[in-house]
C-alpha cells in the first residue's frame, strides 16, 4: 500500500453542499485534514458502543499519535504491527504511523500461528499495537488453550524484539508494556512531517498470502 494517491485528473466530491477537491499528488493525510477542515464536526467514525469522533478530533489525536511516536524513537519508514480489534484507536494509530512516517502491517493472526509467524517475518515490523487478551493469552499457554476450545483465537507467537504497546485496561501489562494512552498525551514536540509521497503507508496480507506481501 501507498500513502500516496495516484489520480489522473483533478476532481471534487461534495457533501453537504460543499466540495473536497482531489488532485494530483495528494496523500491519504492531506484528504483526511481537508475533510476535517471542511467538515470539522462531522462524525469519522462510530463505534458500536456508540462512542463517536469527529473529523477534527481524528486528526488531532491522530498527529498527537504521530508525535509522541516520533518522540519514542520511531524513525520514517519504520513498520508496526497492528494485533488491536477495530476501533477509533486503531483507525488513529494507522494515522498517526503515517504522520510520523511509520508503516502499519495489517497480518490477521486468525489464519493461525504458522501463516501468521511467516508474515511478521516477512514484514520485519519494530513496533506494534497489541490488544492486552493477546499479550495475556499468549504470555500463558493454558489460558490460550482454554481460551482456544471456546473461540477462534489463534495460538500467537511472542513478539520478541518489538517496541509494544498494550491497548486496552489491564493494569499489570503496563508494567512491562507502555500503554497506548501514553501516546495521547499532550507535548511540546512539535510533529516532524516525515510522510513522503509515494512511501508505503500500510502493508496488508491477502487470505492467500503466506509470506511475501503483495502490496
Not at 483533478?10 to 488532485?23: D, L, R, T, V, Y
Not at 467514525?45 to 481524528?58: A, D, F, H
Not at 498527529?63 to 504491527?81: H, K, M, P
Amino acid at each position: 500500500g501507498t500513502g500516496f494517491l495516484h489520480t489522473r485528473r483533478e476532481n471534487s466530491s461534495m457533501s453537504g453542499g460543499k466540495f473536497i477537491s482531489k488532485s494530483q499528488g495528494q496523500t491519504i493525510l492531506s484528504l483526511i485534514e481537508a475533510t476535517a477542515e471542511t467538515f470539522p464536526s462531522r462524525i469519522a467514525i462510530q463505534q458500536t458502543t456508540g462512542k463517536k469522533i469527529s473529523y477534527s478530533e481524528l486528526v488531532s489525536k491522530a498527529r498527537q499519535i504521530g508525535t509522541n511516536l516520533q518522540a519514542r524513537g520511531l524513525n520514517s519508514g519504520d513498520r508496526a504491527l497492528l494485533l488491536s480489534k477495530p476501533g477509533i484507536d486503531t483507525v488513529a494509530w494507522v494515522l498517526g504511523l503515517m504522520y510520523a512516517g511509520g508503516v502499519s502491517v495489517i497480518a490477521d493472526p486468525g489464519m493461525g500461528k504458522v501463516v501468521f509467524e511467516e508474515r511478521v517475518k516477512a514484514a520485519q515490523p519494530k513496533w506494534a499495537l497489541v490488544d492486552d487478551s493477546i499479550i495475556l493469552l499468549s504470555a500463558i499457554p493454558p489460558l490460550m488453550t482454554i481460551a482456544r476450545k471456546k473461540t477462534d483465537i489463534p495460538d500467537m507467537p511472542r513478539l520478541k524484539g518489538l517496541n509494544i504497546f498494550h491497548h486496552g485496561n489491564h493494569p499489570l501489562l503496563g508494567l512491562k508494556y507502555p500503554d497506548f494512552r501514553l501516546l495521547l498525551k499532550t507535548t511540546n514536540r512539535t510533529l516532524d512531517g516525515r510522510q513522503k509521497q509515494r512511501q508505503e503507508a500500510v502493508v496488508v496480507f491477502t487470505s492467500g498470502t503466506t509470506s511475501k506481501p503483495k502490496g
